[in-house]
């Protein structure tokens, strides 16, 4: 569907953000026909895309790839009618009875509410290295690029549930995966780490830290520190994943909103935030917890909020 972006129309709302939480509050809009625009500037489905296979996400017993779920969102909400655009905005403005939303085209767009599901992207080591061998080695993404290394060794670093998840995936791919953590317990479900343990093809390297990546061409091995005794030592490999949390996308937001201290947006039960006519959902939102189920929860509350803002105010 051709879009027509209009500084002259005044949105009901504009949802920043294709995730779950964007997807579902884009849905509610759109079923209770406001004229509701969705903006997303990279890939539909946020994290979830990246995701191999969903399992606690309500209504699939047999789980449900991340990708097919994220398709599933936008046919759904499509149906009623939902706009969907690619587009990054860049600012936000409040003015008395609208807010303003600056596009990174130089576009301009007018909506009642705004609804901002913007999501997180994965943490960085920041270690020398990461950046040098991205996509020549180190990657974020274990669905994307796990074929990649089929029957040779990589290392996965991280001790949360995306570690664990991961881990277990690219089993499929790789000859060992290392699983190093800075720690010598994961913080991963007690049901992932169950898995992570009894996988022969696992290895698990607790308290350490990634030092430096190094390689020619390509990543070969990895550099660690011992968190208890400082000693360095070293693995011999070809990728590295990094899967060491999730940081929000709202560096556009700084100055604009009430964030907490990491950045993420604060809201309250109802998802309003601290702008009038402004609601957030889902990843981006202080409190969160990364599921897709929450999102979708938050999303849904939002577009209803929402709503019930125009009606009192319009
Ligand atoms: P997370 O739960 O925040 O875990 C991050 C892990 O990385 C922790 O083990 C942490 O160590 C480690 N870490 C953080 N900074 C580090 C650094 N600089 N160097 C080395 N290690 C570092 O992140 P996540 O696993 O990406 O999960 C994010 C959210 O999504 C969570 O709420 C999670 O429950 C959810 N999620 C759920 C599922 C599922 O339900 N199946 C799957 C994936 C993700 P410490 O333990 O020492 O802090």
Not at 10 to 28: E, K, N, Q, S
Not at 89 to 101: A, C, H, P, T, Y
Not at 151 to 177: H, K, Y
Request: aromatic fraction near 8%; charged fraction near 25%; proline fraction near 3%.
């Amino acid at each position: 569907m051709t879009v027509e972006l209009s500084e002259e129309i005044l949105y009901d709302t504009i949802i920043v953000g294709g995730g779950p939480a964007g997807l579902t509050a884009g849905l509610y809009c759109a079923r209770a026909k406001l004229n509701t625009l969705l903006l997303e500037k990279g890939t539909l489905g946020g994290q979830i895309a990246l995701t191999d296979l969903v399992e606690n996400y309500p209504g699939f017993p047999d789980g449900i790839s991340g990708k097919e779920l994220t398709l599933k969102f936008k046919e759904q909400a499509e149906r009623f009618g939902l706009c969907l655009v690619r587009r990054e905005v860049s600012r936000v403005e409040k003015l008395e009875r609208e807010i303003l939303v600056y596009l990174r085209t130089g576009e301009l767009l007018r909506g009642k509410t705004l609804i901002l599901t913007v999501g997180s992207n994965p943490r960085k080591l920041g270690v020398p290295g990461e950046e040098e061998f991205l996509n020549r080695g180190v990657s974020y993404c274990a669905t994307c690029d796990g074929a990649l290394f089929d029957g040779v060794p990589i290392a996965v670093v991280g001790g949360g549930d995306s570690a664990a998840q991961e881990s277990l995936f690219l089993t499929r791919f790789a000859s060992r995966v290392y699983l190093v953590h800075r720690r010598d317990k994961l913080r991963a479900q007690k049901r992932l780490q169950d898995r992570v343990f009894s996988n022969p093809k696992i290895t698990f390297v607790p308290n350490k830290v990634v030092e430096e990546i190094r390689g020619r061409d390509f990543v070969e091995r990895l550099i660690l520190r011992d968190t208890k005794d400082n000693s360095l030592s070293e693995l011999q490999l070809e990728g590295v994943f990094i899967f060491i949390g999730l940081e929000p996308n709202t560096g556009f937001l700084k100055g604009t909103l009430e964030l907490d201290d990491n950045g993420y947006i604060l809201t309250d039960h109802r998802m309003r935030t601290s702008m009038e006519g402004v609601f957030a959902a889902g990843d981006c939102r202080s409190g969160a917890t990364g599921q897709v189920a929450v999102a979708v929860g938050d999303g849904c509350i939002a577009a209803i909020e929402a709503e019930r803002y125009i009606e009192d105010r319009f």
